[in-house]
């Protein structure tokens, strides 16, 4: 992220909290210096604040605990924001993305939009269009279900490839050695968790967040 920030810190009024429950943002910038401002202005929502310098440390992070809103650069060493969305979006389908961008890095922020992110916010950040910005991501990601968004485990990755592959519940306990039973409870926590309520929404759904991409992996 370039060092062009204007986002104000001090002086600043203490923004209300969005709601009673503290939302829990990721935010990855490879500079200390606007993670360390852009970190400052977050908590001013009421909101727990992970930065990180790197995409593979958010990703980590990802896997371990819960996340309701992340927010990347799109140019960082090793791996860029494009390929953090793309691979965020895989573990936690509906996590809302946001992504920064300066004026050169316009159609970088485009691809990002394609493959998952909400919308992008262009540099130098000004404060109250940032936050604005980030409470309407926020807004949006409000799950009724308790399992709506959470991360899909890799003993659901399992069964969610052989139910891409048109395997029944059956034929999916026979392959893994798992009983039925086991099976039917991971089928319908992915069911909640990409919340649809069918196999063809879920191969929809799979096809449209890029989960089908799972059906390659080893």
């Known amino acids: ?40 202005t977050l908590k001013q929502l009421g909101s727990k604040v992970n930065c990180f310098a790197n995409a593979a440390d958010c990703l980590e992070q990802l896997r371990l605990q819960s996340c309701d809103l992340l927010i990347t650069d799109v140019k960082m060493p090793g791996m860029d924001g494009i390929e953090l969305v793309c691979r965020a979006k895989r573990l ?26 909400v ?12 936050l604005a910005a980030v409470e309407s991501a926020l807004e949006q990601n409000s799950p009724y279900d308790g399992l709506l968004g959470k991360a899909i485990s890799k ?12 395997r029944s519940n059956k034929e ?5 050695h798992r009983s039925i039973r086991t099976v039917e409870v991971h089928r319908r926590n992915i069911m909640r968790k990409l919340n649809v309520d069918s196999v063809a929404g879920l191969v929809k759904r799979a096809a449209k967040m890029g989960l089908v991409n799972l059906k390659t992996e080893q």
């Open 172 to 176: 999916i306990a026979h392959t893994l």
């Open 155 to 166: 003993a659901e990755k399992k069964v969610l490839r052989l139910l891409l592959d048109g």
């Open 1 to 40: 992220m370039s060092p062009c920030l204007s986002i104000e810190i001090a002086g600043s009024k203490r923004v209300a909290m969005i709601n009673k429950v503290k939302k829990r943002i990721f935010f990855v910038d490879n500079e200390p210096s606007v993670r360390r401002a852009v970190g400052r």
């Open 92 to 117: 936690v389908p509906w996590l809302p993305v946001l992504v920064v961008t300066g004026y050169g890095d316009i159609p970088l922020a485009v691809r990002a939009i394609k493959v998952g992110a």
């Open 119 to 130: 919308n992008f916010i262009e540099k130098p950040l000004e404060r109250h269009s940032f």
